[in-house]
């Protein structure tokens, strides 16, 4: 029996027969949901340190622009996808983005050409925004005096998804190639689909009075509505929007023959930022019991600081000081930005979510795409100037948090 058709017969079971008794909200269930963030956001990121060797594997120029393939695809996602939670059954809806993701990273593992592979990415990207149905769901389950913490430590999973990912995949991809990475995810993205399958209870949504259509209209009004949302979208864009430029450039970097180190090492890294998952947590409980906006000030300026370090301190050393204080202050204020959305309107977090992620991810397309043209144009010095800029609009905005 194959995994998808073994996986599809777990699932009828599980969907055929309701839970007996809501799962108590516990330790193992925030292990599933954490883990599973991590495991499914991962796949917009294993490409990121192989690009070096899938421009050598495939000719063209197209394929640097993977990363941004990814994350566009992820942007749709959030847009398109990501509203069905607060219109269907999340279990549901959650388990078969997983498998239909487990789908995608075939398809980019077998893809011939380098058009191919980023049609196919854009597909992984577009399904690996299930991560950002775990997420609200979370808030959703959480009781309201453990949210802060309880989606700190998911989005602690899903960051060390999004770094360990490098870690893995510059490993796999030094050792056996960077297709037997994408077909290493399609078995992992088949057992996060078991898990959650096992771990998460039904969780029927409050009606929303309106069909699809109307969910993605409501965008547009919630955006409207809530102006706490638009300056924590705004924030994090400028904060995610930094991180896409160093990550989707450091491979290339460390390419360069003042290093000359390979794509193991730009995966070495990740494992150096995900120290900033300590952050998570600890993000997530000031902000319950001291309230967010702090956090999210002194968050702005220590993600300033590390591209004043990048610009600056040019050595490995530079790198590795800068990368922890990067990783560790985007996601302290990833976790509190979200504490304030998550509490404007309880009933439509998934939409919530939407906008803010969807809007996120877009930033970190665009400047993944613009720090990719600025590499070849001015190289490592340029890059850094277009870090700056950028992580110094997100500063700015924190005068706006103050007066409002």
């Given at each position: 029996?194959?995994?998808?058709?073994?996986?599809?017969?777990?699932?009828?079971?599980?969907?055929?027969?309701?839970?007996?008794?809501?799962?108590?909200?516990?330790?193992?269930?925030?292990?599933?949901?954490?883990?599973?963030?991590?495991?499914?956001?991962?796949?917009?990121?294993?490409?990121?340190?192989?690009?070096?060797?899938?421009?050598?594997?495939?000719?063209?120029?197209?394929?640097?622009?993977?990363?941004?393939?990814?994350?566009?695809?992820?942007?749709?996602?959030?847009?398109?996808?990501?509203?069905?939670?607060?219109?269907?059954?999340?279990?549901?809806?959650?388990?078969?983005?997983?498998?239909?993701?487990?789908?995608?990273?075939?398809?980019?593992?077998?893809?011939?050409?380098?058009?191919?592979?980023?049609?196919?990415?854009?597909?992984?990207?577009?399904?690996?925004?299930?991560?950002?149905?775990?997420?609200?769901?979370?808030?959703?389950?959480?009781?309201?005096?453990?949210?802060?913490?309880?989606?700190?430590?998911?989005?602690?999973?899903?960051?060390?998804?999004?770094?360990?990912?490098?870690?893995?995949?510059?490993?796999?991809?030094?050792?056996?190639?960077?297709?037997?990475?994408?077909?290493?995810?399609?078995?992992?993205?088949?057992?996060?689909?078991?898990?959650?399958?096992?771990?998460?209870?039904?969780?029927?949504?409050?009606?929303?009075?309106?069909?699809?259509?109307?969910?993605?209209?409501?965008?547009?009004?919630?955006?409207?509505?809530?102006?706490?949302?638009?300056?924590?979208?705004?924030?994090?864009?400028?904060?995610?929007?930094?991180?896409?430029?160093?990550?989707?450039?450091?491979?290339?970097?460390?390419?360069?023959?003042?290093?000359?180190?390979?794509?193991?090492?730009?995966?070495?890294?990740?494992?150096l930022g995900a120290a900033g998952v300590l952050?998570?947590?600890?993000?997530?409980?000031?902000?319950?019991?001291?309230?967010?906006?702090?956090?999210?000030?002194?968050?702005?300026?220590?993600?300033?600081?590390?591209?004043?370090?990048f610009a600056f301190w040019t050595s490995i050393?530079?790198?590795?000081?800068?990368?922890?204080?990067?990783?560790?202050?985007?996601?302290?204020?990833?976790?509190?930005?979200?504490?304030?959305?998550?509490?404007?309107?309880?009933?439509?977090?998934?939409?919530?979510?939407?906008?803010?992620?969807?809007?996120?991810?877009?930033?970190?397309?665009?400047?993944?795409?613009?720090?990719?043209?600025?590499?070849?144009?001015?190289?490592?010095?340029?890059?850094?100037?277009?870090?700056?800029?950028?992580?110094?609009?997100?500063?700015?905005?924190?005068?706006?948090?103050?007066?409002?």
């Amino acid at each position: 029996m194959n995994p998808i058709t073994a996986s599809r017969r777990l699932l009828a079971a599980q969907f055929r027969n309701p839970d007996p008794k809501p799962r108590k909200f516990g330790r193992a269930l925030v292990f599933a949901l954490a883990a599973s963030a991590g495991l499914t956001v991962a796949n917009i990121y294993y490409g990121q340190p192989m690009l070096g060797l899938m421009e050598r594997d495939v000719p063209g120029a197209a394929i640097t622009y993977v990363p941004t393939a990814t994350q566009l695809g992820y942007a749709a996602g959030l847009v398109l996808l990501v509203p069905l939670g607060d219109l269907v059954e999340r279990k549901r809806l959650i388990v078969l983005q997983c498998i239909a993701l487990a789908i995608g990273l075939a398809l980019v593992a077998a893809a011939p050409s380098g058009a191919m592979v980023l049609a196919a990415s854009l597909v992984v990207g577009l399904l690996a925004s299930v991560a950002q149905q775990i997420v609200p769901l979370a808030a959703n389950l959480a009781p309201e005096d453990k949210r802060g913490s309880v989606v700190g430590t998911v989005m602690a999973g899903l960051l060390c998804g999004i770094l360990l990912s490098r870690t893995l995949a510059g490993f796999v991809g030094a050792e056996f190639g960077w297709r037997a990475m994408f077909a290493l995810a399609v078995p992992l993205a088949l057992g996060t689909a078991g898990l959650l399958a096992w771990q998460l209870p039904r969780s029927q949504p409050k009606p929303a009075g309106m069909g699809y259509g109307g969910l993605l209209v409501s965008l547009w009004g919630l955006w409207r509505e809530f102006p706490a949302l638009r300056l924590a979208t705004f924030t994090q864009c400028t904060q995610f929007g930094v991180f896409s430029v160093f990550w989707t450039i450091l491979a290339l970097h460390l390419q360069e023959p003042r290093f000359g180190l390979g794509s193991e090492v730009a995966g070495l890294f990740g494992i150096l930022g995900a120290a900033g998952v300590l952050a998570a947590p600890i993000a997530g409980r000031i902000a319950d019991r001291r309230g967010p906006h702090m956090v999210i000030v002194a968050a702005s300026a220590f993600t300033l600081a590390s591209w004043l370090i990048f610009a600056f301190w040019t050595s490995i050393a530079g790198l590795v000081i800068g990368v922890l204080v990067l990783d560790f202050a985007i996601q302290a204020s990833q976790i509190s930005n979200q504490s304030i959305i998550y509490a404007l309107r309880p009933e439509a977090r998934s939409r919530i979510n939407t906008v803010y992620m969807g809007t996120m991810f877009l930033a970190g397309a665009v400047s993944s795409g613009a720090a990719t043209v600025v590499w070849h144009h001015w190289g490592w010095s340029g890059v850094t100037m277009l870090g700056i800029a950028i992580a110094s609009v997100g500063m700015a905005l924190q005068g706006l948090r103050r007066r409002g």
